[in-house]
């Protein structure tokens, strides 16, 4: 009898609100792919849409912010994604969907849009390799999936670097995609996780940042996060109001670049009034379909405003993301961010305060 067998374990969705525990052999890796250890997992937005049933994935495995250890490399894996060696032990972060490499995205060299990131994420963990998502003891990187060793300087926050694949990644990309310039005015229409990223990676690039919200917490970080502005809806009540102030800062012109990252339709709208003619804007905060908001296209016309949208990003992101960390992990409270442990077990504890917003973010340690 073989008793050298290991299990891990695993949080599985049998459908809203009902979370079990699983017990799965862990997985040898094939070539290519890496079985890791997960140290840090954190509990995202998405993550609560799911549990709750407000999304299709259910019979899954859950999370997609990790940090991990490697356990096991398969055959031909002697670097991570950026061509650093790597060893067992080592601390990688994994992107959360994978570039098939073979659909028409990949061929063009779209890889944010590969059309099948998820193949994995959705399965069964009755399908090995079992570990498919990072709320578990451990996580399979599928050969496919990019992944990245942790630069030393973030060797003491990791639930920052855990936090790398998700938010950091997402706005670089999409500022890269706009093309935030030195001096710009930049104005973020919300303060959560990609609002904050987002008011950092502007005042990185050296642009003057106002940042919108209406709650006091999130106006304190902005302000810790680099913003140069912030407006507090609760003053600024209407539209108009908020556009007057933009206009203040700006010298009547209005922001050169808009992003929003408030996830409310109204906001779109709102962000086409504060973009100043021949400006640009960009949308990431608004991912879910059917919900629909008033809109006047003439003026958006009139206005001259690219428009820019993502969902996603291309992999290598995540690597920029990891340095950009390291080198200002010291200038901005990121550690803030993540204000809750829990352990695995108590994952449920760790939705609910999640959904109360008893905390801001969580994260899991297996
Ligand atoms: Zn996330
Ligand atoms: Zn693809």
Redesign the pocket.
């Known amino acids: 009898m073989d008793t050298d067998v290991e299990t891990g374990r695993l949080v599985y969705l049998n459908g809203p609100r009902d979370i079990e525990f699983q017990s799965y052999e862990v997985p040898n890796p094939e070539p290519n792919a890496v079985v890791t250890e997960v140290v840090r997992s ?1 509990v ?4 609560l849409h799911v549990w709750k049933g407000d999304h299709p994935l259910q019979d899954c495995v859950l999370g ?2 990790a940090l991990c250890r490697i356990k096991q490399l398969g055959d031909k894996v002697e670097t991570d994604s950026a061509g650093n060696p790597v060893t067992e032990g080592d601390l990688v972060a994994p992107v ?1 969907f994978q570039t098939c490499q073979s659909c028409d995205y990949c061929r063009r060299g779209e890889f944010y849009a590969c059309e099948n990131d998820y193949e994995h994420t959705g399965k069964s963990p009755d399908i090995w390799p079992h570990f498919h998502a990072p709320w578990a003891t451990h996580y399979y990187i599928y050969p496919d999936n990019h992944f990245y060793k942790i630069p030393k300087e973030l060797e003491d926050h990791l639930n920052v670097a855990a ?1 790398a ?3 950091l990644s997402q706005v670089l990309f999409g500022i890269s995609e706009i093309g935030v310039e030195y001096n710009d005015t930049v104005v973020i229409q919300g303060a959560g ?1 990609l609002g904050l990223n987002a008011t950092v990676v502007a005042n990185e690039h050296g642009a003057e940042t106002i940042v919108i919200d209406g709650v006091d917490r999130r106006l304190e970080q902005a302000k810790a996060f680099g913003a140069d502005h912030v407006i507090d809806f609760r003053e600024q009540k209407t539209v108009e109001a908020r556009r007057n102030r933009v206009k203040q800062i700006t010298d009547g012109v209005g922001a050169d670049v808009g992003i929003e990252v408030a996830g409310v339709p109204e906001a779109f709208v709102e962000g086409i009034e504060l973009v100043r003619k021949g400006g640009q804007y960009l949308t990431m905060g608004n991912v879910r379909p059917g919900h629909e908001a008033d809109f006047d296209p003439g003026r958006l016309t009139r206005k001259s405003i690219d428009i820019t949208t993502v969902v996603e990003y291309d992999p290598w992101v995540l690597f920029d993301a990891l340095e950009f960390l390291a080198a200002t992990i010291d200038d901005y409270p990121y550690d803030q961010l993540i204000d809750a442990e829990f352990e695995l077990d108590d994952i449920e504890e760790a939705l609910e305060a999640s959904e109360n917003r008893d905390i801001t973010r969580a994260t899991i340690i297996p």
Request: with cysteine.
């Open positions: 954190n995202c937005g998405s993550e997609h912010e959360y936090a694949n998700c938010a996780g």
